[in-house]
């Protein structure tokens, strides 16, 4: 019944900016720690960004000083500022819910991010 619902992405030149979001309904919110991932074809997903309820935030080093995580409690909203695009950021990003055991249902099914000119 939970459910995480991206959106957001597209296309955008390099150098460009792009705020994604993500929905939450069906579940507690704000006791939850939430992050942002990312996958192109071929590779791993990765976390690109993170966020505590305490609202402390942790970044992937590729993305520190142009990406900002933030979330909104009362909304059971969290989003992703992304700045100074580049062509590698180009994935599927999604939204995750941290929970004690990993269940493909704390994940949201992905937004496209496409950075090229």
């Known amino acids: 019944q939970v459910q995480l619902v991206e959106s957001g992405g597209g296309l955008v030149q390099p150098g460009g900016s792009l705020r994604l979001s993500c929905a939450v309904s069906?579940?507690?919110?704000?006791?939850?720690?939430m992050g942002w991932y990312r996958q192109t074809p071929g590779k791993e997903r990765e976390l690109v960004a993170r966020i505590l309820t305490s609202r402390n935030t942790e970044y992937a080093d590729s993305v520190k000083g142009r990406f900002t995580i933030s979330r909104d409690n009362a909304k059971k909203m969290l989003y992703l500022q992304m700045n100074s695009l580049k062509p590698e950021d180009t994935a599927v990003y999604y939204c995750?819910?941290?929970?004690?055991?990993?269940?493909?249902?704390?994940w949201g099914k992905g937004t496209l991010v496409t950075v090229s000119s």
């Open positions: 069906g579940s507690s919110f704000s006791i939850f720690s």
């Open positions: 995750k819910q941290d929970r004690l055991f990993e269940n493909p249902n704390y």
